[in-house]
């Protein structure tokens, strides 16, 4: 079973060395985390659903 071309590619990066974890964040995951995020804040800000 081949791995999708999207799991090959990352979303986001350490920029802190001494963290602990994962040196990045796939970009399939990070896209998830993105779109949970605007799904809390647009159902929370009235005034950007306005817009």
Do not use: N
């Amino acid at each position: 079973m081949s791995i999708p071309s999207y799991f090959k590619y990352w979303g986001k990066a350490k920029k802190d060395p001494l963290q602990s974890g994962a040196d990045y964040h796939l970009l399939p995951y990070h896209c998830l985390d993105v779109a949970a995020v605007a799904d809390i804040w647009l159902t929370e800000s009235r005034t950007l659903l306005k817009q």
